[in-house]
């Protein structure tokens, strides 16, 4: 499968990314890009958007990148900065870029964005299993 029929069939399994409303801007063999726009449902009691909401987006990315190589990958450590605040209607860009890649193991950092603002940094680091995403 090419990593954008991968994506595409793990967006149609992802309720919780279509909630989101994540549009899958670009996708290649070890990253991708995504973004989305946030809505007044994901704002906390600061009238910001609750952390969970760029978490949600980067591990998405962090998601599509690591199993866009053809093998079925989970994550096994993430951690975010929340360098900057979010508002309703703010659109967001996530790009994931691959760091490294072994036999086991894939190291991964995503940036999130406001156009050109970086707005939270997020590292992971995914188990790549020996399943094969097949058609």
């Not at 595409?8 to 989101?20: N, Q, V």
């Not at 998405?60 to 975010?80: D, H, M, Q, W």
């Not at 870029?97 to 603002?117: F, H, N, T, W």
Request: include cysteine; aromatic fraction near 6%.
């Amino acid at each position: 499968m090419t990593p954008q029929e991968i994506v595409a069939r793990m967006m149609d399994r992802d309720a919780f990314s279509r909630w989101l409303g994540i549009r899958v801007d670009a996708v290649e063999e070890g990253s991708c890009t995504l973004s989305m726009t946030v809505r007044a449902d994901m704002l906390n009691g600061f009238d910001i958007a609750h952390g969970a909401i760029t978490y949600a987006i980067a591990d998405s990315a962090l998601a599509f990148a690591s199993n866009s190589r053809g093998r079925r990958a989970v994550s096994i450590e993430t951690a975010i900065n929340h360098l900057e605040p979010l508002h309703e209607g703010d659109r967001i860009t996530a790009v994931a870029r691959e760091d490294a890649v072994r036999d086991k193991l894939g190291c991964y950092s995503i940036d999130v964005r406001l156009g050109e603002r970086l707005v939270a940094r997020f590292k992971g680091t995914v188990y790549r299993t020996a399943q094969a995403w097949e058609a």
